[in-house]
């Protein structure tokens, strides 16, 4: 079978709203590594990871052999009216390496899931369905964690079951907060705070939900101590903070272990997801105890927690602390940031190389303006693919190039892909000139 033939059968059977990249698709039939195979047998050095989720790397023996060896038992589910102990052994360590106190641990199977369940714990404890997010956010596809993400190319529908009011995200190339310095930033965005909160709300608002970087939104991240001085004001009003760590936990950020701790505050609660699995469904939520008991009847989630994705878990969770992969992603990512800036970022189409540890993007623009060049983006994307090289595109307007390489990033890997991004837009971008 051709990659045509799966291609077209694939089109008659899911919806078209499904996105795919590049002109000629690519079906992806084995990894090792850092490196897939796509069925015409051509190799790639893949710094998106599945969208940041195949965080250790593909076809790992510890990973491999911890799900093996739960697969022989002949349980691979129980449903968690049974005890499941990779599930209790996962919520342990999750808990002890989350930063919150006294914590208990909800496993789900999707990011989407864990958001839609810490809005669930946080209304209830709360008694209100008063939620703020931030502008150019994105939590999930249920409508809920629709209703609370602040980009309208990723909000399919309208219907909202929550009050949402609106903050702004920090974005430092555009927005009223663009303007002024990083102190001034976070002034200025807490002034907005204060003002949503009396203007927009009945007062009993039920928690904020932010990303430390956002994902979707392209990278795009407010200044450190932000989430701190906000904090300030919602505990004045007894507002519970949701950290979404779905794409920024697990060290992936290399200065800290949990977005959130660049900005000096601890969430009441915290939701993580893709990462922790390596390619298995499993997310969750960690946080305060008296929050997460705040559901009145009973609940669980079928799949969430189950025995094959928590082995898969424990064992990648166990593989990231022993070979300290958050120093990796920081020595790695310096290798890709210093050299993007270095060689890319004076161009008249680059208007920014942004984000933290193994988390990078670069943002392009028609030249000498800031207006969004997705075009561009395009084009990159594709000439990174020819290179041999997987990639992944974002943002509000679509012209933002996504790095989240595996964690497990060699120095000598991260130059090889430098290489062939920095080869990528340059060639891209002189044929934009020329044209």
Same mark, same amino acid.
Request: one cysteine or more; aromatic letters at 6%.
């Given at each position: 079978?051709?990659?045509?033939?799966?291609?077209?059968?694939?089109?008659?059977?899911?919806?078209?709203?499904?996105?795919?990249?590049?002109?000629?698709?690519?079906?992806?039939?084995?990894?090792?590594?850092?490196?897939?195979? %796509?069925?015409?047998?051509?190799?790639?050095? %893949?710094?998106?990871?599945?969208?940041?989720?195949?965080?250790?790397?593909?076809?790992?023996?510890?990973?491999?052999?911890?799900?093996?060896?739960?697969?022989?038992?002949?349980?691979?589910?129980?449903?968690?009216?049974?005890?499941?102990?990779?599930?209790?052994?996962?919520?342990?360590?999750?808990?002890?390496?989350?930063?919150?106190?006294?914590?208990?641990?909800?496993?789900? !199977?999707?990011?989407?899931?864990?958001?839609?369940?810490?809005?669930?714990?946080?209304? !209830?404890?709360?008694?209100?369905?008063?939620?703020?997010?931030?502008?150019?956010?994105?939590?999930?596809?249920?409508?809920?964690?629709?209703?609370?993400?602040?980009?309208?190319?990723?909000?399919?529908?309208?219907?909202?079951?929550?009050?949402?009011?609106?903050?702004?995200?920090?974005?430092?190339?555009?927005?009223?907060?663009?303007?002024?310095?990083?102190?001034?930033?976070?002034?200025?965005?807490?002034?907005?705070?204060?003002?949503?909160?009396?203007?927009?709300?009945?007062?009993?608002?039920?928690?904020?939900?932010?990303?430390?970087?956002?994902?979707?939104?392209?990278?795009?991240?407010?200044?450190?101590?932000?989430?701190?001085?906000?904090?300030?004001?919602?505990?004045?009003?007894?507002?519970?903070?949701?950290? %979404?760590?779905?794409?920024?936990?697990?060290?992936?950020?290399?200065?800290?272990?949990?977005?959130?701790?660049?900005?000096?505050?601890?969430?009441?609660?915290?939701?993580?997801?893709?990462?922790?699995?390596?390619?298995?469904?499993?997310?969750?939520?960690?946080?305060?105890?008296?929050?997460?008991?705040?559901?009145?009847?009973?609940?669980?989630?079928?799949?969430?927690?189950?025995?094959?994705?928590?082995?898969?878990?424990?064992?990648?969770?166990?593989?990231?602390?022993?070979? %300290?992969?958050?120093? !990796?992603?920081?020595?790695?990512?310096?290798?890709?940031?210093?050299?993007?800036?270095?060689?890319?970022?004076?161009?008249?189409?680059?208007?920014?190389?942004?984000?933290k540890g193994l988390m990078l993007g670069v943002e392009f623009v028609r030249p000498g303006t800031a207006e969004p060049d997705p075009a561009l983006t395009g084009r990159v994307l594709e000439a990174c693919k020819a290179g041999g090289l997987l990639v992944g595109k974002g943002g509000l307007y679509g012209n933002v190039l996504r790095m989240g390489p595996p964690l497990t990033l060699t120095e000598d890997e991260a130059r090889e892909g430098?290489?062939?991004?920095?080869?990528?837009?340059?060639?891209?971008?002189?044929?934009?000139?020329?044209?």
């Amino acid at each position: 079978m051709t990659s045509d033939d799966l291609l077209a059968r694939h089109r008659a059977v899911l919806p078209s709203w499904m996105p795919l990249y590049y002109a000629e698709p690519i079906e992806l039939v084995s990894g090792s590594g850092r490196r897939v195979t %796509d069925a015409q047998g051509r190799s790639y050095l %893949d710094f998106f990871g599945g969208v940041l989720t195949s965080m250790i790397g593909y076809d790992i023996p510890e990973i491999r052999e911890a799900v093996e060896r739960q697969v022989r038992t002949g349980i691979v589910h129980s449903s968690t009216l049974y005890l499941i102990r990779q599930q209790v052994e996962l919520a342990e360590k999750v808990a002890r390496v989350s930063g919150i106190p006294d914590a208990r641990v909800f496993f789900a !199977n999707s990011g989407t899931e864990a958001n839609e369940a810490a809005l669930l714990f946080a209304t !209830n404890h709360r008694r209100s369905a008063q939620i703020l997010a931030v502008r150019n956010s994105y939590h999930g596809r249920s409508y809920a964690t629709m209703g609370v993400t602040g980009n309208r190319g990723w909000s399919a529908s309208a219907l909202n079951p929550l009050q949402v009011a609106w903050l702004h995200s920090g974005e430092r190339l555009r927005g009223l907060l663009a303007r002024l310095s990083e102190s001034e930033r976070v002034d200025a965005a807490v002034e907005d705070l204060r003002e949503v909160l009396a203007t927009q709300t009945a007062g009993d608002v039920a928690c904020l939900i932010a990303e430390p970087i956002q994902g979707v939104g392209g990278f795009v991240h407010p200044p450190d101590g932000l989430f701190a001085a906000w904090k300030k004001v919602l505990d004045e009003h007894g507002i519970l903070f949701v950290s %979404d760590e779905v794409q920024t936990g697990w060290g992936r950020t290399g200065e800290h272990f949990w977005g959130y701790q660049a900005h000096g505050v601890t969430p009441d609660l915290l939701t993580f997801a893709k990462g922790i699995g390596n390619g298995f469904a499993l997310a969750g939520v960690v946080g305060r105890a008296d929050v997460l008991e705040s559901v009145p009847a009973i609940s669980f989630c079928t799949f969430g927690g189950n025995p094959v994705s928590t082995a898969a878990g424990n064992a990648v969770l166990d593989y990231l602390l022993d070979h %300290d992969l958050q120093a !990796n992603a920081a020595r790695t990512g310096a290798i890709l940031a210093d050299g993007l800036r270095a060689a890319v970022g004076g161009l008249d189409c680059v208007a920014e190389v942004r984000g933290k540890g193994l988390m990078l993007g670069v943002e392009f623009v028609r030249p000498g303006t800031a207006e969004p060049d997705p075009a561009l983006t395009g084009r990159v994307l594709e000439a990174c693919k020819a290179g041999g090289l997987l990639v992944g595109k974002g943002g509000l307007y679509g012209n933002v190039l996504r790095m989240g390489p595996p964690l497990t990033l060699t120095e000598d890997e991260a130059r090889e892909g430098l290489a062939i991004l920095i080869d990528a837009i340059r060639s891209s971008a002189a044929a934009e000139v020329a044209a």
